[in-house]
């Protein structure tokens, strides 16, 4: 008997139990649903927490003063050696030195109360150079970012993140107003594009901080430190491929420019977003895998569900499988024909799990508020997930239909 | 090897029986207690014959029904059905030999109840792999060889136990089998659809076909052209006297 003709008998006799076959593929649907809903929920977290820790700028390095002692990449208190220099960061912008280097953005930042008009409010106002932008990965959304002769000239100028913006100058157009921070009035100039990271716990709000030129926060607003030293230097690689050749040159640069012969002494710490990401990623991947874990147990009760009612159906169909044999059925052609109708439930259940998760996909973050992300591998999985399921719980019921003797089975009333 | 469908063998030419026992036994094993079904049983029916085998319940008669029909083995002893020897045949070569050489009709009828009475008399041509088209037209031809050729499309529960148990001897002839082997065929039926069922198995031997019989019923029985007696586990060859002394 060909394959074919084996297909369509077990087809036939899924069909021929509709109430049955569609309990059984119930069970299945809904192991696979909860795998594809549970999957995409992880991976539309991981997305989540990418694209905000993303946001913080792409190929970025940080390079920060003082070694780090914590060995989890966290940056450690900014500032608490001043050993970073405007030098260091002129020689990490020469493209002969540190080819693989984009471009490079110091920072010098503290926090101030700053008032305009009668609101007030404390943030990070941070000193920087035009190449902020392109290294954070940022845009504007009104105005213009300092410029370089803003720098030169000290300028007073300021740029407002959003939420501050919205803080200091409720309902008025920001820009051209005067902002007062430590007694120095400020000009703004421009306001940022909101990087929409505000609700995320993980990372401190992107939108909530004043970029000042680097030389204005020097001379005019932060007192008491050298003028030359900076906070933070920000290192943006060409791409994420020369990430790793621009932390060698960093590292090497600021080793000969400190004069320290054993990289062990080295008085800073770079630290990548990678790390971040990685650091971040590696939690929801737990969480997806906890999860992923509840939905494949519950895909095994699916699939004992199959093994169930194909026991059932070989024991109420002990007179059929008597007379298929009779009448010349192989034992191979009989268990063919039940692992057949197994994978048939199975993979009916795969096929409507994976649709009943998409339609999830589709709904359910409206109601959850979590983004649920369903891949093509994700649901081609669960459908051999499923077909698996329907083999592997089918072959003990079939081997019994198989090796029942055709008198025994005839001879059922 | 040839079949025997029209059971009349060439002048001149050893007619070599369908069914051929030697000394058979069979012994079932209920834990520490043996019972012998069968005691050894020697009989052979040659192609073309009507014979029914006639018993008590007990008598052994199902068992002997099970192994003439290959359904089950012999405990000792040989059984060669149109001279192959199916003794020590594995179970899949056992299915072979059912689906080639006999056609089985049951007490029960056996039909599929999902089925049309075309796909259930196809259902042992699809076992041995005919194609789709051929299939259906055997089914038909079958079908209309018992007088159903207006019933094809219905299913077993739209149809009356006589006609139910016409759709399994058409099911019986479609593969053109060495042997029909008919167990208790009238057992289920109303004296109408029994006559009815007992004359087209006339009409099959008419046709030269081996047929074998097995019943409790006399009167069923003697519509045979040779009794053979079935009592505790042996068989004797008998007359119609016989036939009458266990009325």
């Known amino acids: 008997m060909s394959w074919l003709e084996t297909f369509r008998t077990g087809v036939a006799g899924v069909l021929s139990h509709r109430l049955r076959s569609g309990l059984t593929v119930l069970g299945i649907l809904i192991g696979i649903a909860a795998v594809i809903l549970t999957v995409g929920l992880g991976e539309g977290a991981q997305g989540q927490v990418a694209s905000e820790i993303n946001a913080l700028g792409s190929n970025v390095l940080t390079v920060?003063?003082?070694s780090s002692t914590s060995s989890t990449g966290v940056r450690e208190a900014l500032g608490t050696a001043s050993t970073l220099t405007m030098s260091d960061v002129a020689a990490l912008s020469s493209p002969v030195d540190a080819p693989d280097i984009k471009a490079v953005a110091p920072i010098t930042s503290s926090a101030e109360t700053l008032t305009a008009g009668s609101s007030t409010w404390t943030t990070s106002v941070q000193g920087t150079t035009p190449s902020w932008l392109t290294v954070r990965g940022r845009s504007l959304a009104q105005g213009r970012f300092i410029g370089t002769q803003d720098v030169a000239d000290h300028g007073a100028v300021a740029v407002l993140g959003a939420t501050t913006a919205s803080e200091l100058f409720r309902g008025i157009d920001p820009v051209g107003q005067t902002v007062d921070v430590n007694g120095t009035p400020l000009t703004v100039v421009g306001v940022l594009t909101s990087t929409g990271s505000?609700?995320?716990s993980s990372s401190t709000d992107q939108d909530d901080l004043v970029v000042i030129p680097i030389s204005t926060g020097a001379e005019r607003i932060f007192g008491g430190t050298t003028r030359n030293s900076v906070s933070s230097i920000a290192v943006q690689a060409r791409s994420s491929g020369d990430l790793t050749a621009a932390?060698?040159?960093t590292d090497h640069l600021l080793l000969q420019l400190h004069g320290i012969t054993n990289p062990t002494d080295a008085d800073f710490t770079i630290t990548s977003e990678q790390s971040l990401i990685s650091t971040a990623t590696s939690v929801d991947h737990t969480l997806t895998i906890l999860l992923s874990g509840v939905a494949a147990i519950s895909l095994l009760v699916g699939g004992i569900g199959v093994m169930n009612i194909m026991l059932v159906s070989v024991t109420e169909r002990i007179r059929e499988i008597g007379l298929r044999k009779a009448l010349g059925a192989t034992p191979g052609v009989i268990r063919r024909q039940f692992?057949?109708?197994?994978?048939?439930?199975?993979?009916?259940?795969g096929a409507l799990g994976a649709l009943l998760g998409v339609v999830g996909a589709a709904f359910l973050p409206g109601a959850v508020g979590d983004p649920i992300t369903i891949s093509p591998a994700a649901m081609a999985g669960a459908?051999?997930?499923a077909l698996v399921i329907g083999i592997a719980f089918g072959v003990y019921p079939a081997s019994r239909a198989a090796h029942l003797a055709p008198i025994d089975a005839l001879r059922t009333e | 090897m040839s079949r025997s469908g029209d059971g009349t063998p060439p002048a001149g030419t050893i007619v070599r029986p369908v069914i051929e026992l030697e000394r058979v036994t069979k012994v079932y094993r209920t834990g520490s207690i043996a019972v012998a079904a069968l005691r050894g049983v020697s009989l052979s029916i040659a192609p073309g014959e009507y014979v029914a085998v006639i018993g008590p319940?007990?008598?052994?008669?199902s068992t002997l029904m099970h192994i003439l029909g290959c359904l089950d083995v012999p405990t000792s002893g040989r059984y060669r059905l149109a001279g192959e020897d199916v003794g020590g045949m594995s179970e899949t070569?056992?299915?072979?030999?059912r689906n080639r050489r006999i056609g089985f009709v049951f007490q029960q009828f056996n039909l599929l109840s999902s089925m049309t009475a075309w796909q259930n008399v196809e259902l042992p041509l699809v076992y041995a792999g005919v194609p789709r088209a051929e299939r259906k037209e055997r089914a038909m031809e079958a079908l209309a060889s018992v007088g159903l050729a207006g019933?094809?499309?219905?299913?077993p529960g739209e149809l009356s136990g006589g006609q139910q148990q016409r759709v399994a001897v058409a099911r019986a002839l479609v593969t053109e089998p060495d042997l029909i082997l008919a167990d208790e065929p009238t057992g289920n039926l109303d004296s109408v659809s029994a006559a009815d069922v007992l004359r087209l198995m006339d009409e099959l031997h008419d046709a030269g076909r081996t047929l074998v019989l097995i019943t409790h019923d006399a009167e069923v029985a003697s519509a045979s052209e040779r009794v053979l007696g079935i009592r505790d586990g042996l068989v004797t060859e008998n007359d119609v006297r016989y036939v009458e002394s266990i009325r």
């Open chain 1, 247 to 249: 932390y060698q040159e």
């Open chain 1, 383 to 385: 459908l051999v997930v």
């Open chain 2, 57 to 61: 319940s007990g008598s052994g008669k």
């Open chain 1, 64 to 66: 920060t003063p003082g």
């Open chain 2, 93 to 97: 070569a056992l299915a072979e030999v």
């Open chain 1, 198 to 200: 505000s609700t995320s």
């Open chain 2, 151 to 155: 019933r094809v499309a219905h299913r």
């Open chain 1, 339 to 349: 692992l057949v109708e197994a994978s048939v439930l199975g993979l009916m259940g």
